[in-house]
């Protein structure tokens, strides 16, 4: 398996145990024994897929709707990368202008499948950057770096408010997380560090964020904050 590939867990989901079976095989072939293949029937599709990279969902299932599935999946894991499969080719029609990510042909010959899973290992990595990856209760989660207002420090915490109010507190240090953010983020104090585009209004010793949020600004980073926030805002 290329050690520059993320992609570490797979969810294959078929009625059908030998299509699952079959192709569980084939993914571990072309990934290596390393990855985890994690097998469900369209029934018990659950959302243990929640850390999946990349899911797999049989079009064709006869206990439930595997359009139905793959949104309630795409939910809970807006990272992974989620594909039907069929062994019809025309069964490609079935996701035609929806959002998801492509099609697999399960009949394609043995060359083409695992170029196919290679380039869907790359586009994960690539998809990978609009995220900031942490672990939580022992599980790894995935957060949209679009959805972050700011990050505070609480002791040995990091505390993540997303912009619908939720509150994920990990136990990580604030320069982990600043590995994880792009430049759209500014450290704003020892223990805040603020999306850019939440801020509403800057004040001498503090930060409005579009939300109603205060936030301290620290004397350390106060000239650093100003640079970025002047062009647009007054103080």
Same mark, same amino acid.
């Given at each position: 398996m290329n050690r520059d590939l993320y992609m570490e867990r797979v969810v294959i989901i078929s009625d059908i145990s030998e299509i699952r079976s079959g192709l569980a095989s084939r993914v571990k072939a072309t990934l290596g024994d390393q990855i985890q293949v994690r097998m469900q029937t369209g029934k018990d599709a659950s959302l243990q897929s929640r850390d999946a990279d990349l899911i797999l969902i049989h079009t064709r299932m006869s206990r439930a709707s595997s359009l139905e599935v793959a949104k309630r999946m795409k939910k809970e894991n807006p990272a992974a990368l989620l594909i039907f499969f069929s062994e019809?080719?025309?069964d490609v029609?079935?996701?035609?202008?929806s959002e998801f990510d492509s099609f697999l042909w399960l009949n394609d010959t043995e060359d083409r499948l695992p170029q196919m899973l290679r380039m869907f290992s790359e586009r994960y990595n690539s998809r990978l950057e609009q995220f900031v990856r942490v672990k939580r209760r022992n599980r790894r989660q995935?957060?949209?770096?679009?959805?972050?207002? #700011?990050?505070?420090?609480? #002791?040995?915490k990091i505390i993540f408010h997303m912009d619908d109010g939720e509150l994920i507190?990990? #136990?990580s240090t604030m320069d982990e997380v600043l590995q994880e953010l792009d430049d759209s983020y500014l450290r704003i104090h020892n223990s805040y560090v603020v999306q850019e585009k939440a801020i509403r209004e800057l004040h001498r010793d503090f930060l409005k964020l579009k939300d109603g949020s205060l936030i301290p600004v620290s004397r350390t980073y106060a000239a650093r904050a100003k640079q970025r926030i002047f062009p647009t805002m007054k103080a």
């Open positions: 019809n080719q025309e029609d079935f996701i035609l202008g995935l957060l949209p770096k679009s959805r972050i207002l #700011y990050v505070e420090r609480d #002791y040995r507190s990990v #136990y």
